[in-house]
């Protein structure tokens, strides 16, 4: 029916919804401590370690549309500036001037021929490069190509935008295993922007991040929209290296269409797998994307602070579908399922916050959440974790290399 990955995915489902136990030899999973969630210096450790230290989606080619077009990008509570340099590059810098840190562009976004401070008058091109300085005589000895702007890791998949603040880590495609690889005929160069929307939630982000990484809650939370169309019991999840997962669930009815996506055009070449059933992967840490071949949306959950966090959706579509009429449903659509999810999102931090619960109880089928706190702790290092806030490293098993 499906070939290469697609094959593998469907044998995994329908294994899934055959089996009356979880496989043998799968462990106990070990209850992850709720201060993971509430703890201050655990928070700031997160901060620190994951945030300024992955791979993180920032924006779509098509929202820096010409040379000099820039977006100002503060996920990771650094000022970020993200500009189209005349070679056509997208780069990234830090907002701060080298003199004494003045921002060097001060609206959300627009488009400029290069960067000038407005506090001491230094300017810089798009590439970063400092050209000049007012009354460089009193600057002895400064040598201008030593002072550029502090660039940040700025990569891409396809037409999609990423930012990494550490400057060790490994690059982006090789960082996100073999993701890349399954999606290579989903003609990601040519993939176009649709729209965006933000949300913002009262919870800390882990909160509803859990929620997009299983399928337990379908009938509890769906029962009128996803649960319709998506059989739970046959989810079939992979785990792999750096955090990243997939989680693949099957249609109920094999000739079921999405009623927000019959007769908007299709990527011809997407592999038949993302056509006929539903393949959401995590990219680690904080991108959930449930592929298909008429649009792709990017759910992104961003931290605010310890109780707070924004959910974004970014939609995508194929080449000449921006304009199609049935985007406005099909966003609306979506909007739906996410208000379903987010509904308990508040109540759960209060009672994540009330003493009377000490931790996460996670099923084989919740494994992906369990797999995320174990590289949180990773990327933090182990031994800098407190013991009673860690989660056993077990799972290293159940990962594949595939």
């Given at each position: 029916m499906y070939d290469g990955f697609g094959a593998e995915l469907w044998s995994g489902m329908q294994h899934e919804k055959a089996r009356d136990t979880a496989?043998?030899?799968?462990?106990?999973?070990?209850k992850v401590p709720v201060g993971r969630y509430t703890d201050p210096a655990f928070l700031a450790l997160e901060q620190q370690h994951l945030w300024r230290k992955s791979w993180l989606y920032a924006l779509h080619v098509d929202e820096l549309p010409e040379v000099g077009s820039y977006r100002l990008w503060r996920k990771t509570g650094s000022p970020i500036v993200i500009a189209r340099g005349k070679d056509r590059k997208i780069r990234a810098f830090y907002n701060a001037c080298r003199h004494r840190g003045a921002p060097l562009v001060e609206n959300e976004r627009g488009r400029t021929q290069g960067f000038f401070c407005r506090y001491h008058?230094?300017?810089?091109?798009?590439s970063g490069r400092l050209l000049a300085v007012r009354e460089k005589r009193d600057f002895p000895e400064l040598d201008l190509a030593c002072h550029g702007l502090n660039e940040i890791r700025c990569e891409q998949l396809g037409n999609w935008v990423f930012i990494n603040e550490d400057p060790s880590a490994a690059p982006l495609l090789e960082s996100l295993g073999p993701i890349p690889g399954h999606l290579r005929n989903m003609q990601l160069d040519r993939i176009r922007f649709v729209a965006s929307k933000s949300f913002d939630i009262a919870c800390n982000v882990k909160v509803l991040l859990d929620a997009f990484l299983e399928t337990y809650h379908l009938k509890s939370i769906h029962p009128q929209t996803v649960d319709r169309f998506l059989d739970s019991r046959g989810t079939y999840n992979i785990l792999w290296r750096n955090g990243h997962s997939v989680m693949a669930t099957p249609h109920r009815r094999p000739e079921w269409k999405d009623p927000?996506?019959?007769?908007?055009p299709e990527i011809d070449t997407a592999d038949e797998i993302y056509v006929e059933q539903n393949v959401s992967y995590n990219v680690y840490p904080n991108l959930v994307t449930p592929i298909a071949s008429t649009g792709i949306p990017f759910c992104l959950f961003w931290p605010k602070g310890p109780r707070e966090m924004t959910v974004e959706v970014h939609w995508f579509g194929p080449e000449g579908s921006q304009d199609h009429e049935l985007w406005p449903t099909r966003m609306a659509n979506f909007e739906r399922i996410l208000e379903e999810d987010t509904q308990f999102a508040p109540r759960i931090q209060e009672s994540v916050e009330c003493g009377g619960f000490d931790g996460l109880v996670l099923s084989y089928q919740e494994r992906r959440i369990y797999h995320w706190h174990e590289e949180l702790d990773r990327r933090i290092g182990i031994e800098t974790v407190p013991e009673h806030l860690r989660v056993p490293q077990i799972l290293s098993p159940w990962i594949s290399e595939q």
């Open positions: 496989p043998d030899g799968f462990p106990r999973l070990p008058g230094w300017s810089y091109d798009l927000g996506a019959i007769g908007m």
